[in-house]
């Protein structure tokens, strides 16, 4: 279970365990505030803890507040929502502006805006008209003045029109030879300012993909037809010479190595410049998280050598960072964890980061709390820009029910990129453990070689919408005291499919399977077997409480699992989605799993959407509950459940 969360589950206090769970949402959330800063005001799920929104007006000059009213009555449902979500003056209501001439200035923008969202909806005809005090905008003069009580009445009436649909559509110049269809660009299709502009784009980069740094569009030509309401369209496209990388010149860089920079581009003086590879050296280094920005950009015109020069500009973040945590279960107890990092420690991006955790608070004996510390060393870049050199040290102390588990493990290792989509890594590493389990006490030196591929498409890592990942694991392990061998395999895939284009409704389902070759149960350290149950896996049951146990009812787990989940994710608001799911799982002694004995949970979730990813409580039930089982079972965390 990862180690920002925790679960609960019990049957004899609902009350207390909810309340738990939104404790720990909140300590999660105040973790992160205390990395990032403090501030005037928090919230939770959408409600002020502290702070008030009133603080923000105070400094606001001769505050002069107004009522909106939008009345649109030709506009259907989604594009009303549209065209209020568009107006700044009804987003900012309930904050003053300053003075008369406030309220002018962002009444003209409002008129902007609102055309443009019109014109986003392909309605060409569209005409908006504000009125302030009853007084139209355009026979306002422009230091009017606004007396009277307050609020000022402000109405924005806006007659939508029709919606225009593409009508002739000509490609001109370098772009003559392409098919305006694969573009989007069909007679009776989308008119809508964004499919123009998106198709405008894609056939700039069609271009570009052909090595062709200088594409553009030279001249755009469109026409409203009103009386068939139609738009017509002529583009003319310069695609320019082919041309390799020229020199790429870096700004902005204080602290971070200026040629490092460069070379993590990877953009080789001389190769056919590549768009695609401009998108990559991009991603690369914001993904050295040394930057809060990045901007890679060609140049207007060729060197003398015929070829591109490049501009990277970026700014960096602080080096240092530190957060602290705190989780609570009613199974488990009080866990607080700290860490402490560097994200440039020698000037080339290497990170190091201190990482400490204590639970088992309040559960535990003081002599049977667990405790976890570690230190990670990465430096990016070693055999090329798409690799990565990960070196950690870490030492265990916990007292999980199926065992109990000391031990030190350093690895050390290499990742690399294939694509934007494929990573794959390999380590050595050398694992020191003395275990208490079912079976007695026993020491290891497991010597290991874990080896991973990863292919991930998904549109986003904390709260995907679209795509899929997958994960292959394998890691030979050689006991160097008793001389036993054996290999653990593991599969891992999710994919997530949006049921409509809002994305308030997201299929989600997740199959993973493994299993450990070459030795026998025993011969296997028990922190390495196969455990299921719990807020990453199972829910409904215990941590680890799926799979075999010994004639005290406690785990020892197994040589093979089997789990899925199938999840609806539902938004309710921008923020606050439903989430009803069911998982179910085995684990087996044997090599196989036995899908004969498969245990199921379902329940219902609530997410609260924020920038570092949702945040997560879920409660479910086990279907077919065990006599050691629980009645129900509350996780709180960061993140979808997978």
Partial sequence: MPAYERQMSGGTAPQRALSRALLFALLCSTALVAETGSAAAFEIFGIKLWGSSKDEDADIVDPLRYAVTIEAPDADEDLAEKLENASALKADEEHPVSGSLGLLAKARSDREQLVAALYADARYEGVVTITIQGKPLDDLPPDAEFSGPQPIPVVISIAAGPKFTLGNIRLKGDAAGLASADFGLIAGGDASSGAVLKAEAAIVRALKQEGRPLAKVTRREIVAEHAGSTLDMTLTVAAGPVAGYGDTT???????????????????????????????????????????????????????????????????????????????????????????????????????????????????????????????FEKPGVVGPASKFIASVNTVLEHPDAYDHF??????????????????????????????????????????IPLQYVYDNRDSKLNPTRGFRVLAYVEPSYDILSGAAFVKLKGEGSAYQSLDSASKFVFAERVAIGSIIGAGL????????????????????????????????????????????????IAVTDKIGVVPFVDA??????????????????????????????????????????????????????????
Avoid: C
């Fill in 250 to 376: 870096v700004e902005g860089t204080e602290k971070v190595d200026r040629d490092f920079t460069e070379y993590m581009t990877g953009l080789k003086r001389g190769r056919q410049y590549s768009p695609d590879e401009i998108d990559d050296a991009r991603d690369r280094l914001l993904g050295l998280e040394v930057f809060n920005s990045v901007t890679v950009k060609e140049a207007d015109a060729l060197d003398a050598e015929g070829n591109i020069p490049i501009g990277v500009q970026v700014s960096e973040r602080k080096p240092r960072y530190f957060g602290i945590g705190g989780s609570f279960s009613n199974t488990e107890g009080l866990g607080l964890e700290g860490y402490w990092g560097h994200r440039n420690l020698f000037g080339r991006a290497e990170k190091l980061r201190i990482d400490g955790k204590i639970s088992g608070i309040g559960s535990n004996d003081l002599t049977q709390l667990n405790y976890n510390a570690g230190v990670m």
């Fill in 407 to 448: 031990s030190v493990k350093g690895s050390t290792g290499l990742s690399y990129e294939l694509d934007k989509k494929q990573t794959v890594s390999a380590q050595v590493a050398l694992d020191y453990s003395r275990i208490h389990d079912a079976f007695g006490k026993h020491t290891y030196l497991i010597a290991s």
């Fill in 522 to 569: 025993q011969d296997v350290p028990a922190d390495r077997r196969f455990y299921s149950g719990g807020g990453g896996s199972v829910r409904g049951y215990a941590y680890q409480g799926i799979g075999p146990k010994d004639s005290n009812g406690e785990p020892i787990g197994g040589l093979s699992f089997f789990e899925t989940s199938v999840e609806m994710r």
């Fill in 585 to 642: 799982g085995t684990v087996s002694t044997g090599q196989v799993p036995d899908f004969s004995d498969m245990k199921v949970g379902a329940g219902v979730g609530l997410r609260y959407l924020t920038a570092f990813g949702p945040l997560r409580i879920d409660a479910a039930v086990p279907l077919n509950r065990g006599p050691d089982d629980p009645h129900f079972g509350i996780y709180a965390g960061i993140g979808q459940a997978f």
